[in-house]
């Protein structure tokens, strides 16, 4: 859970606990620039280090925010489990909180599936969405099922699986490098540094169960025609979890929202942590497509 140099370390109290976010030490941006709100996917050890490659890159333009979500990182984390409405509560009361007006939101996987969702009921907290591989992981009525989902769904496995197979340094690197990259030799000691910090958090097991077991995936393909704010996709081309056909077809569902979708070469399901530099280059120019400022 590494923060970049000159970023602080914040909190924010909402309904359901303290929420950590990371912003600019010195303010180089004035208070009427526009937010810009990074919010990382899920799964061992996520957390806001996800974007923290990216979204430095920024800062003197907009006025980034980068949070730690419910259950992840350094905020809070529940001992229970963890449901769909949790996160559309969370995204929504950090928009309402920290952002003054409609706010630029970049996300990734199911994160930002979720945040299309708030985006069709509150519109008006959106200024524009750039989204990495949005995906609920039950797209067009297909169940989400995989191993782990199996093995944690069983009370006595559950935890020993995510200690034993997750939250370790083997464990975690052997995700980034075997899943997660495209190419293995992308993955840093820092990253497993970050991600195994994050997943070795008290009570994180409950929010990583939670996902695998499937209990915060959906069909987005019922929620993309009603999105109507200004969007960008990116899509990794050698994302495993979420292949590009998935991605086309989500897409196709509503171009007239989605202005933009790219597929990114050589990349897998976090081409921000893979390939920081093409990503932020990404979003630049997909903000002047969308006529962002």
Same mark, same amino acid.
């Given at each position: 859970m590494l923060q970049p140099p000159d970023f602080d370390q914040l909190t924010l109290s909402t309904s359901l606990g303290q929420l950590v976010?990371?912003?600019?030490?010195?303010?180089? +941006?004035?208070?009427?620039? +526009? @937010?810009m709100l990074f919010l990382h996917? !899920?799964? =061992? =050890? $996520? $957390?806001?280090?996800?974007? $923290?490659?990216?979204?430095p890159a920024f800062a003197?333009?907009?006025?980034?925010?980068a949070p730690d979500l419910l259950g992840w990182g350094r905020s809070d984390h529940l001992s229970r489990s963890y449901l769909i409405q949790d996160y559309l509560t969370i995204i929504t009361e950090l928009?309402?909180?920290?952002? $003054?007006? @409609?706010?630029i939101v970049v996300a990734s996987s199911l994160t930002a599936a979720l945040?299309?969702?708030?985006?069709v009921t509150?519109?008006?907290? !959106?200024?524009a969405l750039l989204l990495v591989a949005p995906? =609920?992981?039950?797209? !067009?009525?297909?169940?989400?099922?995989n191993f782990f989902a199996q093995l944690v769904s069983t009370p006595i496995l559950n935890r020993l699986?995510?200690?034993?197979?997750?939250? +370790? @340094? !083997? =464990?975690?690197r052997n995700f980034l490098e075997t899943r997660q990259f495209a190419r293995p030799s992308r993955v840093t000691q820092e990253m497993v540094d970050a991600y195994l910090a994050s997943a070795q958090q008290p009570n994180a097991e409950y929010s990583a169960i939670s996902f695998v077991r499937g209990d915060l995936c959906f069909d987005l393909a019922a929620y993309m025609p009603q999105l109507t704010v200004p969007t960008a996709v990116l899509w990794g081309e050698q994302s495993q979890f979420t292949p590009v056909d998935l991605g086309q077809r989500l897409v196709e569902l509503n171009p007239r929202a989605i202005q933009q979708f790219t597929i990114l070469a050589d990349t897998g399901l976090t081409p921000q942590l893979e390939l920081p530099a093409v990503t932020s280059g990404w979003i630049y120019r997909s903000l002047a497509l969308l006529k962002v400022r």
């Open positions: 976010y990371y912003q600019p030490r010195l303010a180089t +941006t004035t208070a009427a620039a +526009t @937010p996917g !899920f799964g =061992g =050890g $996520s $957390s806001a280090y996800e974007w $923290s490659l990216v979204y003197a333009t907009y006025r980034v925010l928009l309402e909180q920290l952002c $003054s007006t @409609p706010a945040t299309i969702r708030v985006a509150r519109p008006e907290l !959106f200024k995906s =609920g992981l039950a797209d !067009f009525d297909q169940p989400y099922s699986v995510y200690s034993t197979a997750i939250a +370790t @340094p !083997f =464990g975690i």
